[in-house]
Nanobody, 117 residues
Framework: EVQLVESGGGLVQPGGSLRLSCAAS????????MSWVRQAPGKGLEWVSV???????SYADSVKGRFTISRDNAKNTTYLQMNSLKPEDTAVYYC???????????WGQGTQVTVSS
């Protein structure tokens, strides 16, 4: 059974940083592209970033240059380093297989990120 556990969220001031983690199990982690998505209050889901098994990455324009996705295949974990945070980054952040991006039940529980002074 696929299990995904997001962690690392919290309250941070504008301009601050957070690192999110996504611990995965129940599948061959290194074989799959992993993705982060987010949902801001009152908004729909927004794709944030993706990384393939070899470390090749892609980002949404809204976070490019500020966020960095990475992975540690030995730990079955994907990370999202978030720098220069803005209030508009406030959202619940979820991780999952990129192939399951539009499948609601494929995500973890999510972790709340709040950017506020």
């Amino acid at each position: 059974e696929v299990q995904l556990v997001e962690s690392g969220g919290g309250l941070v001031q504008p301009g601050g940083s957070l690192r999110l983690s996504c611990a995965a199990s129940g599948f061959t982690f290194s074989s799959y592209r992993m993705s982060w998505v987010r949902q801001a209050p009152g908004k729909g889901l927004e794709w944030v970033s993706v990384i393939n098994g070899g470390g090749i990455t892609s980002y949404a324009d809204s976070v490019k240059g500020r966020f960095t996705i990475s992975r540690d295949n030995a730990k079955n974990t994907t990370y999202l380093q978030m720098n220069s945070l803005k209030p508009e980054d406030t959202a619940v952040y979820y991780c999952g297989k990129f192939a399951d991006l539009v499948v609601v039940g494929s995500w973890g529980q999510g972790t709340q990120v709040t950017v506020s002074s």
